[in-house]
């Protein structure tokens, strides 16, 4: 399948099992002849997958470089970043070259975000090898590092000029980061889509992952579509990530991954929106139902008032009030703007 996406610079999107081995071909529909390849992997996925694609990127003419950093979310910082710009001089990368993030959403993030930064933006291909990276990160250009005081706190907007999307890159994937991306999954189920989101609770996603890929990214596509820079629309896909990430940063970033984190969130909003009868009752319970299918925790045991004060907090919401991403029912989401200081008011349901 291939979907287009029509921001300030339109882009495709090519969702097909086994076009790892077509990544030269592709590229070179979008990049000069002769151009310079900058691959950027991390150590777990450079050593199944980069050989391949350096092949490819050679056997369409380009001039292919692999630079490997150490895998991990702890590893998502500006040195990692800095150690990019010293290899992309080395090789004499100028803005008719470009670079190929081939990893989950830490590669997309970092090298994405060199990519807006080197020589003032040079263009870059995403290559997605994890769930949540090809279901989320790898489309709508949020590129970044984190930073000591906090995620994702250094970025830039920088959209790719071509995502290649490889389903079968998931038969490697542990476990435990293909529930994580589960999580995300869920959560575009809830915000837009309740058929999709009904296929996913019943299990036996493996079975149909191209399509349920396909459904997800054409959802991201159309919030980006409307709001590249995420003023509006685009803030539907932080469904559950308010409580989320409070409840992230409350464990120090360890015990819960973002999925796990973001799942909780999910649940925790859809019984505080319930409460407040601005949710179907139930909806908590069927998103708690589906997220267990896949192994994924519904509850945590961090008090509601902790939660409050870390989300009140939290650097990147803006103004005096948070705008909070609600549930009508499953499919049909909204934004809820309320006050900072009434967010405690808000969680009451919980305690
Ligand atoms: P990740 O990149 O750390 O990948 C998870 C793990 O899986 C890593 O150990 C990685 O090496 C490994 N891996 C990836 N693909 C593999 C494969 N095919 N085979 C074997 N191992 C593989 O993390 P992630 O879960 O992909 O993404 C999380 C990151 O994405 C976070 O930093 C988050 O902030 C970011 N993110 C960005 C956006 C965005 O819009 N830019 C959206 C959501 C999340």
Redesign the pocket.
């Known amino acids: 399948m291939i979907l287009t996406v029509n921001t300030s610079r339109p882009y495709r999107i090519l969702i097909e099992r086994g076009c790892l081995g077509r990544a030269g071909e592709e590229a070179a529909r979008v990049f000069p002849k002769g151009a310079k390849a900058a691959v950027v992997t991390?150590?777990?996925?450079g050593p199944?997958?980069a050989r391949r694609i350096a092949a490819s990127f050679s056997a369409a003419g380009f001039q292919t470089s692999v630079f490997t950093f150490p895998?991990?979310?702890e590893h998502?910082r500006l040195s990692v970043v800095s150690e990019m710009y010293a290899a992309f001089s080395e090789q004499e990368l100028t803005r008719s070259d470009f670079i190929a993030a081939l990893?989950?959403?830490?590669?997309?993030?970092l090298a994405?975000f060199a990519a807006a930064t080197y020589l003032r933006g040079i263009r870059f291909l995403q290559i997605?090898?994890?769930?949540?990276?090809q279901i989320?990160?790898?489309?709508?250009?949020?590129?970044?590092a984190?930073l000591p005081e906090g995620?994702?706190l250094v970025?830039a907007f920088h959209q790719p000029s071509l995502v290649l999307i490889d389903p079968d890159?998931?038969?490697?994937?542990?476990e435990p980061?293909f529930a994580?991306?589960m999580g995300?999954a869920v959560k575009y189920g809830c915000i837009r889509d309740r058929a999709l989101f009904e296929k996913i609770a019943e299990g036996n996603i493996k079975e149909e992952m191209e399509s349920m890929i396909c459904r997800c990214v054409d959802i991201k596509r159309e919030l980006v579509e409307r709001d590249e820079l995420d003023n509006g629309d685009r803030m539907l896909?932080n469904f559950g990530h308010t409580f989320g990430h409070a409840l992230e940063k409350l464990h120090g970033y360890k015990g819960l991954?973002?999925?796990e984190a973001v799942g909780i969130g999910m649940v925790m909003m859809c019984r505080c929106s319930e409460a407040a009868g601005l949710t179907e009752p139930g909806t908590a319970g069927k998103i708690a139902s589906a997220l267990r299918t896949y192994g994924l925790p519904v509850s945590d045991q961090m008090e509601p008032n902790r939660i409050a004060e870390a989300a009140r907090l939290d650097k990147k919401s803006r103004g005096g009030s948070i705008n909070l991403v609600l549930l009508r029912k499953i499919g049909e989401s909204f934004l809820h703007p309320v006050p900072r200081g009434e967010l405690g008011r808000f969680l009451e349901a919980l305690s």
Request: charged letters at 20%; glycine letters at 24%.
């Open positions: 991390d150590s777990n996925v199944v997958y895998a991990g979310e998502k990893g989950g959403g830490v590669t997309g993030d994405g997605p090898t994890s769930l949540l990276a989320d990160s790898s489309v709508g250009g949020k590129t970044g984190d995620k994702n970025g890159t998931l038969s490697t994937l542990p980061f994580d991306g995300e896909l991954t973002h999925g």
